[in-house]
């Protein structure tokens, strides 16, 4: 499915002996008000066969989805060896701190370094900083071109982090919008890793973070961005919206805006989409 929101797929033998395949939006908790002269657009599937059991199945979709799904500088290229910082530091580092394991990878032959999660705001744990694009200037003082220039002197590609889905409520954004987080009115709202969603279904949650993101990109020389999403939605509501039962559907055609004017714009940047690791693997994010 060339999707990347709630889901449903089903296959079913009817008794006499026919199979009927489904795939689609889930049904459950979900409708959508189609006004007279209005449409309603489907996600895609791709569907294949193979007589060369999972194997070929498998060749099938890669072929197809790096033929027609990739697209972008990287479409056919191979990809770099990269390190992630991540698991070395956590959030403890600094300007030399990352260099010095950026020399090492060098002799390694790491061909792109991505600085992971810290780098932004008050976030020096993840209770804070999710939402703001100021620059950690107590780990990075001379900032993230000076840095980006520093790899690139090694022969170094450079990779950020970032996760603009999500806010904590000990930030910038959420003291100056709370109105941007998902919540339920009346209701407390539920965290997942001491964060909340921020609502893409809402256009100037969608135009701060394309601006934002757009201009950590273009001031500091970034090759490939980990776009992160680390918790799920629970709190699925939006005063922007009427019929509520479309928030999920609508939150991922807000989030395809968002990834359409950041990364459509720049196609030299390789992007990877994560979701907790690896929940996010899907052709409606490869398109990115």
């Not at 194997?55 to 992630?84: C, Y």
């Not at 780990?139 to 220039?149: E, I, N, W």
């Not at 970034?222 to 699925?236: G, L, P, Q």
Request: charged content about 20%; hydrophobic content about 35%; proline content about 4%.
């Amino acid at each position: 499915l060339v999707y990347s929101g709630n889901h449903y797929g089903a296959a079913e033998l009817a008794f006499n002996d026919l199979v009927r395949v489904q795939i689609g939006i889930n049904p459950q908790c979900f409708s959508w008000t189609l006004n007279k002269g209005e449409s309603f657009e489907t996600p895609e599937s791709i569907m294949t066969y193979s007589d060369h059991g999972f194997n070929g199945m498998s060749a099938h979709f890669h072929d197809f989805i790096n033929t027609h799904i990739i697209r972008g500088d990287w479409k056919g290229q191979e990809r770099p060896v990269l390190l992630n910082n991540w698991e070395a530091h956590f959030f403890k580092f600094n300007e030399g701190r990352l260099l010095r394991l950026a020399r090492r990878a060098k002799k390694l032959g790491v061909e792109l370094f991505v600085l992971d999660d810290g780098w932004f705001g008050s976030r020096n744990s993840d209770t804070a900083g999710l939402g703001d694009y100021f620059i950690n200037r107590k780990k990075l003082p001379r900032g993230l071109k000076h840095f980006s220039q520093k790899l690139d002197q090694m022969g170094l590609s450079f990779g950020l982090w970032f996760e603009p889905e999500m806010v904590n409520v000990d930030s910038e954004l959420y003291r100056a919008h709370p109105e941007y987080a998902v919540t339920t009115p009346n209701k407390a709202p539920g965290f997942g890793r001491n964060q909340l969603v921020l609502d893409l279904c809402n256009p100037e949650v969608r135009d701060y973070i394309a601006a934002n993101v757009s201009r950590i990109l273009d001031q500091n020389n970034i090759a490939y961005v980990k776009w992160d999403m680390n918790r799920h939605i629970s709190d699925a509501y939006s005063p922007c919206i009427e019929n509520q039962a479309e928030f999920h559907h609508r939150y991922i055609l807000g989030l395809y805006d968002v990834l359409r004017r950041i990364f459509y714009a720049r196609p030299h940047i390789l992007f990877e989409s994560c979701s907790s690791g690896g929940n996010r693997f899907d052709p409606g994010m490869l398109c990115f």
